[in-house]
């Protein structure tokens, strides 16, 4: 199987390609970008084609493409791919609005091609365990969750509005309500929301807490801000905390760690655990070669992205939003 990647703009770009480089029976088999510096860096780097115009590389006889540019250009790159015929894997959030993502979503199904959206915490193995307990009514009723995905501001284009649509909010609330629809199977009814510009010198959102109800009636909170600091022994967290009728259950994704306390380099943490990544391509490599939908579709981008723009709407209008 022959995959490429467009544009090696997202952070997350580097870990899919390693995936693919030592995955048996799969071809990492050009990178598009166009930023010729950056395509040509990684292109030398992972030993393979770079193509400065990414149209070259659909025309290529890849059979699937991962998405990894800025948000706003989820949209013309995914529709692209699909009109080419290749398979697409997109980076979250799929799109910057449901017009968007609709599209995205209704042209891979007119060209018979899977989209999948990289959601790669489906594929922690805390989160998978939770998820057995709650299949198997360990806990219950899901009354209430309290979620946190708070992280390190990214910079670059994640603060360039027009690049990224949006701050912490968009880039953090999706990995987690995410989860939270997977988990109950419920969707969100209503979205009420607090956002702020609390830790950065530059007009974007870099907080927020969002309060949701759910269609089976259970109600969450979610931190999902940029509140770590450049000290933080990594990127951010990924935890909830869920009340049932027969039990709680708290979920650490990121426990999977030795905690390194150095003179040099401070406090570092170093995984020993799964690889969410490698999960995530691996499912989407079989998903293609099975003829199956991915485990996270297209339809969930757009479901986690649609509580993200809620979100901002509350925030704006200060008071609860609900959702159709």
Known sequence: MKIGIISFAHMHATSYASVLKKMKGVTLAGIADDNEDRGQKY???????????????????????????????????????????KHVLCEKPLATNLQDMEEMIRVCEQNRVLLGTAFPVRFNTPVQQAKKLLEQ??????????????????????????????????????????????????E???VYAEIGNLYIDHPIDDSGILSMEFTNGMIATLDCSWSRNDYYPTWGDVTMEIIGSKGTLKIDAFSQKIDLYSNQDGVKWIGWGDDMDAGLIEDFVASIREGRSPLATGHAGLKAVEVALAAYQSFGNKAPVKLK
């Open 43 to 85: 292109a030398q780097l992972f030993e393979t084609t770079f193509y400065k115009n990414y149209h070259e590389l659909l025309d290529s006889d890849i059979d699937a493409v991962i998405v990894t540019s800025e948000n706003t250009l989820h949209h013309q790159h995914v529709v692209a791919a699909a009109n080419a015929g």
């Open 188 to 190: 969100v009814k209503e």
């Open 137 to 186: 009514g360990i806990l219950g009723d899901i009354l209430a969750i309290k979620g946190t995905n708070r992280g390190t501001n990214p910079g670059g284009w994640f603060i360039d509005k027009e690049k990224s649509g949006g701050g912490a909010v968009l880039d953090h609330t999706v990995h987690v309500v995410d989860i939270m629809r997977w988990f109950t199977g419920a």
